[in-house]
């Protein structure tokens, strides 16, 4: 497996069946017991290295395949870094609200998705983690203490 390989399946996460994107997206949530700011620094980590490994993997012209889930990892952590404290209920709701967000994939996740190359590939997905780590932020901010 080349470095980009690597970096694109998340160390082969990606070629675990059924569901890669799943398996993508739960490698990283450990990541939560670092920290807020660790895990929006992984993220931001997981962004540049995916996009790079995107443009090395992708050549061939396909778009999005499953077994590339760099970008969920990305996102994910983008959606753990909205959690206060690292905690079972807080992880399984981020989780469960960046699936849920990743494929149903509502506006403004599905103009992303649309998008050609390593830009659509990437940023449909952290997308879907900003949108579910505002959410959480928000019913953090309704609801304090549920989530820590």
Do not use: Y
């Amino acid at each position: 497996m080349t470095p980009a390989q690597l970096v694109a399946t998340l160390g082969g996460v990606g070629r675990l069946r059924p569901g890669p994107g799943t398996w993508g997206s739960a490698i990283v949530l450990p990541a939560l017991w670092l920290g807020p700011v660790a895990c929006l620094g992984l993220a931001a980590l997981c962004l540049v290295a995916g996009w790079w490994a995107a443009g090395e993997v992708l050549r061939d012209g396909v778009e999005d395949p499953g077994w590339f889930v760099a970008d969920e990892g990305a996102g994910m952590l983008l959606a753990l870094a909205a959690l206060p404290a690292a905690t079972l209920p807080g992880a399984l709701a981020a989780f469960a609200l960046f699936r849920l967000l990743d494929i149903a994939k509502p506006w403004p996740i599905s103009w992303f998705d649309n998008q050609p190359g390593a830009f659509g590939v990437m940023l449909d997905d952290v997308m879907a983690g900003a949108l579910a780590a505002a959410a959480l932020l928000a019913f953090h901010a309704l609801v304090p203490g549920v989530l820590a």
